[in-house]
Structures are given as C-alpha cells and as structure tokens.
C-alpha cells in the first residue's frame, strides 16, 4: 500500500518568539499573576532580574519559586505543587534550561490531574506556560517531554502529555550569554543527539527531517564558535534556534538509544545529559550504521552538514565528524576519560542495560539492539574505540 493511505501527524504548537529583546514579549500579556520556575543559577547569574525587570515595567504581579536543582527529582516537583496550589497564578514562566523547563511541565501535569479528581477537566483552568530556555538546550520549550528523576532508585522518569506543551516559547540570546564554556559544550552535544537520533528514529518524517537536518547543520556551524567565544550572541542565537528545531523534530519523530543509555548512564553516575549523550552518540551512530536505512539516512544528514556525496560508509563518515567535534570542544570520547570507575562500571553494566532496553527511546531507534548488542557497545562507550 503506497505511504499516502498512511495518515500521519505532525504539529508545532507554541508561539516562538526569537531574537535580542525577545524576552520583553512577555509584557504584552494580561497576566494578573505570575509564577516563575527557576534555578538559583538564575538568580546569581542576574537572569531571573532580567525577566522580573519586564514584568515590574508592566506592572505584572509575580512570585518565584527557585527551588529547581539540576535534573529536577520528585520532592522539587511536589514542594513546586504545593506552591502553585496556594498561590493560583494565571501563567507560569519556566525561566532555565531543561532542569527549569520540565520542572515547571511536571508541576503542571500533575496540578492538572490532581484537580481532575475533584473537577470535571471542562472547569480546570491551566495557566499559560511561557518557556524560556537558559540553555541551548534540550529544545524542551517546543516538546511535550519532561524527565524527572527518581533520587532514591537512581532512575529517571520520563513524562509525556500534551498538557506539557508549552503555549508560547522565548528564546532570548541574552539568556544563553552566561552559559560557561563546558556546559556550553554538553548542552550543544545534547542539541546534536536529538538532531542525528530524531534524523534516523523509526518515526521520522519529512517534517522532522527538514528540522533535524537544519538543527545539525546549525550545531557544526555555531557550536565550536559559542564554546571558545561566548559573547559571541550570533553563534550563541544560532544554537538557540537549532536546540529549538531539533525540539520541534524529536517531540514528532522521537529520539533512540543514545538517550536510552544517557539517561541510565546520567542517573547512575550524576553526568550532564548532554554530556553522557556526547560520550555515546559516535556509537550508537556506528552500531545503527549496521542498519541500511540509517546509512541512507546518514548519508543525507552528511550532505546537509556540508559533506555531501560520501561514497563509503556514511555512519563512519558521521562517527569521524561528531568525534572531532566532540574533541574540539575538550569532551572526553569515553566513560573512562571522563572520569568513571571501572570496577564501578563493571558492577553497574546489568542495571544500566536493563533501565537502556526499557526506555521508551529505544523503541524509535532504527535496530532494536539484543542485550549483548547493548553489552557490547557500552563496552564501547566506556573504554572507546
Ligand atoms: N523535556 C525534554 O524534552 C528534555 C530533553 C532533553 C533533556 N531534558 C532534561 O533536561 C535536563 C538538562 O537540562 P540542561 O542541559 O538545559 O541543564 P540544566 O537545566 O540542568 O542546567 C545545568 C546548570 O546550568 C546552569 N545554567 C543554566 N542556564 C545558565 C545560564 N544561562 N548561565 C549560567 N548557568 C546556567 C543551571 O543553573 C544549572 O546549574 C535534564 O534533566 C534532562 O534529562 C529534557
Ligand atoms: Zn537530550
């Protein structure tokens, strides 16, 4: 049956405003309260000032709720419940990087449903959710993801619900100017793995493409630039729009393993997402080159980087590429360069492949990979190749 009786769905929804002064958008709105979810690091680096600077102008009541820490856990998001519950604001404003973001989703998922057992849904009112990333980034302004995590089982729990969409998205390059050099790095490795996992992912498409070929094509543009010259608010724009894009095509198309074994490997050891997905990407992209479609895929995703016409194996060509960008931007190319012990790796392999076949990433990536497949290439991971 041709692909046209396949009726499929693609969708972007929140407003994105972008460019210097976006953040100011937000006092074009009727808020009678406010209630912005942030991180200390807002509050030190002068960034939630900046957003309550726009909000006293307009004279728009707010209060702050600046518990968030990064990967946000369970207790963070009840104790942000709790406050949302007493004070009743009309909007919420996630001011922070992905940490930010999905806490304030995850307050509101389960404010919602936590109404739901006493009202019927017509009568729930949610506030507007305004997303304003820190980071470029996760995308997390643009999906209908949240990652919470599980302190005490070292688990993350991902969230999924419309609900969590946020209703408009302002991406302030001024925000991202603080952001120093290794996290700059990590979250820009975070940026690419969406990108190349969402290229290739079971459930691509041509919407997801387009977007995940132009994030990819941003990320070797711009990255090395923000990471040795971070004033630079061009290139920092420019990873600003590809964390958004590459957003847009993992909330349609989903993401694959390298999330999978990121997730695991970040609860287990406390890494950066971006960074745990950095070490692994190379891999993974070799391991799926075994994959014909993905090779295709790759070769395509090559060309938009500024490749074009790779003869050979594609999967390889694109391992060489993220490696060397990975090296240019000093992250490490394993497990065990960065830092993590052996023996604690080896006592800790069976529960990271367990919680890696499990995660709802790999079952969009394109091979389902047999325990041993995952065995051996956390092997990879950990000691390079
Ligand atoms: N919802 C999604 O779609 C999605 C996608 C990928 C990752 N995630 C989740 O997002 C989280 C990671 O988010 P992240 O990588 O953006 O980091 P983060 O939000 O955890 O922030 C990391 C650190 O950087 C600081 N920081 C943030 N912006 C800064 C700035 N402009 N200047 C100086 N310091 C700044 C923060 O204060 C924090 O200490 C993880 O929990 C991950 O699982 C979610
Ligand atoms: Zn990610």
């Given at each position: 049956m041709s692909k046209l009786n396949d009726i499929r769905f693609f969708q972007v929804k929140p407003a994105i405003y972008y460019g210097?002064?976006?953040?100011?958008?937000?006092?074009n709105h009727d808020f009678k309260q406010v209630c912005i979810v942030t991180d200390e690091g807002m509050v030190k680096f002068g960034l939630l000032k900046m957003l309550t600077d726009v909000l006293d102008k307009h004279n728009i009541k707010y209060h702050v709720f600046s518990d968030v820490e990064p990967d946000p856990s369970t207790e963070i998001v009840e104790k942000g419940l709790t406050h949302i519950l007493m004070e009743k604001p009309d909007a919420l404003i996630a001011l922070g990087g992905g940490s930010a973001i999905d806490s304030a989703k995850a307050i509101i998922y389960y404010c919602y449903n936590f109404k739901k057992m006493f009202f019927e849904e017509d009568y729930i009112k949610k506030p507007y959710f305004i997303a304003m990333p820190?980071?470029?980034?996760?995308?997390?302004?643009?999906?209908?993801y949240a990652v919470i995590t599980d302190k005490k089982n070292n688990t993350k729990i991902p969230l999924t619900d419309i609900?969590?969409?946020?209703d408009a998205a302002i991406l302030e390059p001024k925000l991202i100017e603080s952001v120093p050099p290794a996290s700059t790095a990590a979250t820009g490795m975070d940026v690419l793995t969406h990108a190349v996992e969402a290229y290739v992912s079971?459930?691509?498409?041509p919407f997801s493409r387009c977007y995940a070929a132009k994030a990819a094509e941003l990320v070797f543009k711009s990255l090395y630039e923000c990471y040795v010259n971070g004033g630079n608010l061009e290139a920092k724009a420019s990873m600003q729009i590809a964390s958004c894009m590459a957003g847009i095509a993992f909330n349609s198309a989903g993401l694959g393993i390298t999330h999978s074994i990121a997730h695991a490997v970040g609860a287990q050891w406390h890494l950066p997402h971006g960074l745990a997905n950095a070490i692994g990407l190379p891999y993974v992209v070799r391991f799926n080159g075994q994959c014909g479609r993905a090779q295709h895929l790759y070769n395509r995703l090559l060309s938009a980087i500024g490749?074009?016409?790779?003869?050979?194996?594609a999967a390889e060509m694109l391992y060489n590429s993220i490696v060397t960008l990975c090296k240019e931007i000093n992250i490490p190319t394993s497990l065990k360069e960065q830092g993590i012990d052996e023996a604690d790796f080896k006592a800790s392999k069976d529960i990271i492949i367990g919680k890696a076949m499990k995660d709802v990433c790999t079952q969009t990536n394109p091979l389902s990979p047999t325990r041993e497949q995952f065995s051996e290439l956390l092997d990879q991971i950990y000691y390079g190749a």
């Open positions: 210097i002064g976006a953040i100011e958008q937000v006092g820190t980071t470029a980034g996760t995308g997390s302004e643009v999906t209908e609900l969590m969409m946020p079971t459930n691509n498409n490749i074009p016409n790779v003869s050979g194996d």
